[in-house]
């Protein structure tokens, strides 16, 4: 899972994606001396096919980085962005400079505009690469109307554009694989921070005289988090798994609905052992557990992808083992 790639990721995050610098991106302040520099580094086309200037790397090489990213909770779309350009460079389009959300769901045309009320990203993101009626368009961050979507701290938005500002990009792509994929990415990130962050502050508060970690309910419940942590890091494992260079429908079905499932718990005990201070605004627990409950449901949750898998388990005329079997090594849809 490491290597230099995702070392290097890991240090520019860290100097650049500061708390500080994401608290300033949830008041409204773009991150771009952040984004650029990851622009710089050259994170965002490590998955872009070599005969259009990028790493041509396999999603398994580019997995430290999308976990980099959610550890340090980038304010910026550095996940879908390598997925988006991944696509874009095999559909044979020439590169959008920029970050890319990706919007598989929640567009729609009416009155010669496109709107979504909740578009990933939308206030901090270059360009949206959305799915609407069977067809991809390439959304300009930069002509759209876009306002806080009422959620506190969210990077989503409500987002418009006149259609005239729209690109559309070709017929129907697999956008909603590609947002699992990415999603399931960054909550494993984020979960490792949020566990470490709660192995500390176990070992350094005291009670009684002694650590609160040393108490046996405590450590039970911080046994319980780093199993779902580690669920979650083997889940984005195998949605990181490619065909032809993008994510196996059925793999990233299976590795966001597992990463989704593990949210509420993680969240839920990292908060019952910090205690009242995890919630507070100065206390940076609170960034990751808001950001989490909000990739839960983003791109589906683990309901909607269960669903999808049953579905399409139901209609295959095989029983559930060869069904497993053939979809897990050929790559059918979910």
Not at 17 to 39: K, S, Y
Not at 252 to 277: F, N, T
Request: net charge negative; charged share 20%.
């Amino acid at each position: 899972m490491d290597n230099i790639f995702g070392d290097a990721a890991e240090r520019l995050f860290a100097q650049t994606c500061t708390p500080d610098v994401i608290r300033r991106a949830e008041r409204g302040h773009p991150p771009l001396e952040a984004w650029q520099a990851c622009e710089d580094a050259g994170f965002a086309d490590a998955l872009v096919l070599q005969t259009h200037d990028g790493a041509g790397l396999g999603l398994a090489d580019a997995l430290p980085v999308v976990l980099a990213a959610g550890r340090h909770l980038c304010p910026y779309p550095i996940a879908h962005t390598l997925l988006a350009r991944a696509w874009l460079s095999r559909a044979q389009r020439p590169q959008a400079r920029g970050s890319i959300a990706i919007a598989a769901h929640g567009l729609t045309i009416d009155g010669g505009r496109i709107a979504g009320r909740c578009v990933p990203w939308a206030r901090s993101a270059d360009f949206v690469l959305a799915g609407i009626d069977g067809q991809t368009w390439l959304l300009p961050i930069r002509a759209a109307r876009v306002e806080p979507n009422g959620v506190h701290g969210s990077l989503d938005g409500a987002a418009s554009w006149a259609l005239t500002d729209a690109e559309r990009v070709g017929g129907p792509a697999p956008l909603d694989v590609l947002a699992a994929a990415a999603y399931a990415g960054l909550i494993a990130g984020a979960m490792d921070r949020v566990l470490a962050m709660t192995l500390d502050y176990a070992n350094q508060r005291t009670q009684f005289g002694k650590p609160i970690g040393r108490f046996q309910a405590v450590q039970q419940q911080i046994s319980v988090m780093s199993e779902q942590v580690w669920a979650a890091r083997m889940a984005a494992q195998m949605a990181f798994q490619d065909e032809g260079g993008l994510p196996r429908p059925l793999l990233a079905a299976l590795g966001k609905a597992r990463a989704s499932q593990a949210v509420p718990q993680v969240a839920d005990i990292a908060h019952a052992v910090h205690g009242a201070i995890g919630v507070t605004e100065e206390f940076d627990l609170q960034l990751y557990t808001r950001r989490l409950r909000e990739w839960r449901l983003a791109a589906g949750s683990e309901s909607h992808w269960h669903e999808r898998i049953g579905s399409d388990a139901l209609a295959n005329e095989a029983d559930a083992l060869t069904y497993l079997r053939t979809a897990l090594h050929g790559g059918q849809a979910a």
